[in-house]
């Protein structure tokens, strides 16, 4: 039996569950500003994974870079929800 693809799979389910509230938080606590950090990390990851002879390990890499890539996205349509009133303001922040 090959268990790679379960392995990957729920890797995978993991990753974008970790990077959900880490984007909510991240909007909270820095705005959206802070996308040249997840920029920097998505790139550092894809890079990664090219360097890494294990399948997957080399895999996860990749998925954390792209979770990183989309989660810029995310940020910026956090702040829409924000401003929506779907998730609290930081009261401690200035708004544009």
């Not at 729920?10 to 880490?22: E, K, M, N």
Request: charged share 15%; glycine share 10%; with cysteine.
């Amino acid at each position: 039996m090959n268990f790679l693809g379960l392995i990957i799979s729920v890797g995978v389910f993991l990753l974008i569950g970790v990077f959900h509230p880490i984007v909510i938080k991240c909007e909270y606590y820095f705005s959206d500003r802070v996308w040249p950090v997840f920029l920097v990390g998505g790139i550092i990851s894809i890079l990664c994974s090219l360097m890494v002879d294990n399948t997957v390990g080399s895999a996860l890499l990749g998925a954390l870079g792209c979770s990183f890539l989309w989660s810029i996205g995310e940020l910026k349509e956090q702040r829409q929800r924000v401003e929506k009133g779907w998730f609290p303001k930081n009261p401690n922040r200035k708004y544009d």
